[in-house]
């Protein structure tokens, strides 16, 4: 009697390491799990040229072209943009010809970008310049509706290089910092 409760005895330490051998091993899956899921950001920052700059932006660009009608003359615009977190982002570029007002065309995107996201209120201005201190900006931030008539934040900025107008463009439910950071520092020379 006694050697079976003695063997009793023993069995169970043996159980209680095989439960932590398990729990060790769970424990390992999850880490690598999450370890995984961390190298797997849902923001992938990349640059992209656009014109004589480069913008960065957060997951594949499409890329487009289409003419606009703006400060009284047909103009290219060029277009980089894709989605990402629940957010729109974008990046476009106009070369001015000659004697082009850049000014005129600048408050006319805004006016057209307001517009098509029914700005309410007063946007905030801006002006900011990126991290690397060779982009000066216009900066503003927007309260809106999207075309599905749902709350829309923007944050849209432009800028002047050389002979191009860019313009670059966020629009979510919510404009966080992790997403307007390095979009807004991203554009540079190339």
């Known amino acids: 009697m006694a050697s079976r ?3 009793a005895l023993n069995f169970v330490p043996r159980l209680s390491r095989k439960a932590t051998i398990l729990q060790s091993i769970r424990i390992s ?3 690598a799990v ?10 992938n920052w ?13 997951c594949k660009p499409d890329h487009t072209q289409r003419t606009v009608q703006w400060a009284g003359q047909s103009l290219e615009m060029e277009m980089v943009g894709c989605e990402a977190d629940g957010a729109l982002f974008a990046a476009s570029r106009i070369h001015l010809p000659a004697g082009t007002d850049s000014s005129q065309l ?7 970008s307001l517009q098509q996201m029914k700005s309410q209120g007063e946007p905030t201005h801006e002006p900011t310049m990126s991290r690397s201190r ?4 216009e900066q503003i931030a927007a309260s809106g509706q999207g075309s599905d008539g749902k709350a829309l934040q923007a944050r849209l900025a432009w800028t002047l290089s050389g002979a ?9 439910a919510r404009v966080s910092p992790e997403m307007a950071e390095p979009f807004f520092d991203g554009i540079n020379p190339p």
């Open 29 to 31: 899956l999850l880490v």
């Open 46 to 58: 990349r640059r992209v040229p656009l014109g004589d700059m480069a913008v960065t932006l957060p």
């Open 134 to 137: 060779t982009v000066v900006m």
């Open 5 to 7: 409760y003695h063997a």
């Open 34 to 43: 999450a370890v995984l899921l961390a190298c797997n950001p849902v923001l």
């Open 164 to 172: 191009n107008l860019y313009h670059l463009a966020i629009y979510a």
């Open 106 to 112: 600048q408050a006319q995107w805004k006016t057209a």
